[in-house]
């Protein structure tokens, strides 16, 4: 079965640290790979996605990057941490029938 | 901008009542998700559709693609049930990039 895993689960980050959030998937080959976050209040905002190894489309300009070094291995990254980065990230890949598999999340907290 | 529309965005029902939440969409899609999102954050799919039904238990997501509307129903709620179910929709068009997400509908079913 297809399982995907997330961590850390929770971070507490100062400002102008970095970051970087692993996702890894488990069961499939080549899928494509999302990055979401939930900001307080708000709806689930699309960060990035990727359909392969090295390939990586952003949809908010930001102060956060991505990468896959991997086919199954998704990082989310920052050099220097803002307050508005504070939300709950989610990483998040799709089948082959449109089927939505979610990580458990990281509430990141920058203070 | 594309939008998904959630209504109510708060419910509050006694346990074993109906309940009916609504979403509404902008376009054309080519699949429409309800998921359900508990305290801790986690995310579950509960249902992909692109026509017609669907019924997984108390649960029953309908979706009416000329309208452009589709609605989840839980029936004989239960304290639970409580979470926020967030519709989502992958547009029409192509490419890979992920879901539009409404902003959520938080129940709380009370004992």
């Known amino acids: 079965s297809q399982t995907i895993h997330q961590w850390p689960a929770t971070l507490v980050q100062p400002v102008g640290s970095p970051l970087s959030l692993e996702c890894t998937v488990e069961?499939?080959?080549?899928?494509?790979l999302y990055w979401y976050r939930q900001a307080a209040g708000r709806g689930l905002q699309l960060l990035f996605y990727?359909?392969?190894?090295?390939?990586i489309s952003s949809e908010v300009p930001q102060n956060l990057s991505a990468s896959r070094p991997q086919d199954r291995q998704f990082i989310l990254s920052s050099k220097k941490l803002l307050l508005s980065d504070s939300g709950f990230y989610l990483c998040?890949?799709?089948?082959?029938?449109?089927?939505?598999?979610f990580g458990s999340g990281t509430r990141l907290t920058v203070v | 901008k594309n939008e998904v529309e959630q209504s109510p965005q708060n419910l509050t029902a006694q346990e074993g009542e109906f309940i009916t939440i609504n979403c509404s969409y902008s376009?054309?899609?080519?699949?429409l998700h309800w998921l359900q999102q508990h305290p801790g954050g986690g995310i579950v799919s509960l249902f992909m559709?692109?026509?017609g039904k669907k019924k997984h238990g108390r649960l029953i997501a309908t979706i009416n693609i000329q309208e452009k509307h589709s609605s989840l129903h839980i029936t004989a709620s239960h304290p639970r049930d409580s979470a926020v179910y967030i519709c989502?929709?992958?547009?029409?068009?192509?490419?890979?990039?992920?879901?539009?997400f409404g902003k959520g509908t938080h129940l709380i079913i009370q004992p």
């Open positions: 990727s359909v392969g190894i090295g390939q």
């Open positions: 998040a890949w799709i089948g082959h029938s449109y089927g939505y598999t």
């Open positions: 376009v054309g899609i080519s699949a």
């Open positions: 989502a929709v992958k547009y029409s068009g192509g490419g890979a990039d992920g879901l539009t």
């Open positions: 069961g499939t080959s080549n899928p494509n």
């Open positions: 559709l692109s026509s």
